[in-house]
Structure formats: structure tokens, C-alpha cells
């Protein structure tokens, strides 16, 4: 799960750094190539290849046998929740600040991608301090392994 944190650091800080270079080329008559995005999506998408297995993985091998199916949503309800999270935050920040204004190109949305950097990597860090106290449930036989592996592929 923290490899996984990390590429979203990276997509963010990228994203970032391409949209402060947008924001230039606004008032020029320079325009921007879509393919900018190319290296942001696909930093994101491995960050989500690593993150989401990872999330199911170990809610299913850390809950009772009797709470597998359960353990399972749970990936969903963390992303829900992460979704209304966001837009709670996304609040805050056009009541607090003028970086998204109605006019996306008077705005500062290079400050809300920083933001959102440092919650992350505060995360992260929280996140390492947690796994470095955790100790994980020793799975009684292989059969648990293929039904994740199973779930996974599905």
C-alpha cells in the first residue's frame, strides 16, 4: 500500500508542476499539448495498481474467515468515504482561498495539487508508523491466498 502512496505523491507533484506550466501559456497565444497528461495518468494508474489489490489483500487476510466477505467492501467503503472526504475538502479550499474560481484560468489549481501533496505524504507517513507496529494475522493455509488471489483477478 505505501508504493502505492508514493506514485500518487509523484502524480500529484507532476501534476502539479503541469499545471503551473498551463497556467503560463493562459495569456500567450502558445498552446499546450494534451499529452502532458500522458506521464501524470499513467503514474496514477500504477499508483491504483498497487494501492487497491493491496487494500482488499489485507482487509481480507486480517478479518475472521466469517468476515471475509465483509472485508472485501471495505475497499469500496474507503474509497466512498475518500470521494465525500474530498469534496469536503474541496469545500473548504473555494471558501478559503480564490484557487478555484468559476474561470479555471484565474485560479491556482498547482496550489490545491500541493495541498493535496502534503495530506498525502502525511498519510504516508502515518501510514508507515501504523505498519511498523502492526503485526499481521498468520494465515492458517494456503486456500486463503488463492480465494484473495481469486477475488482479485474477478
Known amino acids: 500500500m505505501g508504493i502505492g502512496q508514493v506514485f500518487i505523491i509523484l502524480n500529484l507533484a507532476i501534476s502539479a508542476v503541469v499545471e503551473a506550466k498551463r ?12 499529452l502532458w497528461l500522458f506521464l501524470p495518468l499513467v503514474i496514477i494508474g ?28 471495505l475497499t469500496s467503503l ?4 475518500s470521494f465525500y472526504l474530498s469534496t469536503a475538502l474541496i469545500d473548504l479550499i473555494q471558501r478559503t482561498t480564490e484557487w478555484l474560481p468559476n474561470d479555471i484560468n484565474h485560479g491556482r489549481v498547482d496550489n490545491v495539487y500541493w495541498v493535496l501533496v502534503i495530506g498525502v505524504v502525511l498519510n504516508l507517513g502515518y501510514f508507515l508508523v501504523c505498519s511498523w507496529f502492526y503485526s499481521y494475522k498468520t494465515l492458517k493455509d494456503e486456500r486463503a491466498y488463492l480465494e484473495v488471489a481469486t477475488l482479485l483477478e474477478a
Request: proline residues 5%; charged residues 20%; aromatic residues 12%.
Open 23 to 34: 497556467l503560463k501559456t493562459v495569456d500567450s497565444e502558445d498552446l499546450m499539448s494534451v
Open 46 to 73: 500504477i499508483g491504483d495498481a498497487f494501492q487497491l489489490p493491496a487494500n482488499a489483500e489485507f482487509f481480507y487476510g486480517a478479518f475472521p474467515d466469517s468476515l471475509r466477505n465483509t472485508a472485501i467492501s
Open 78 to 81: 474507503a474509497i466512498g468515504i
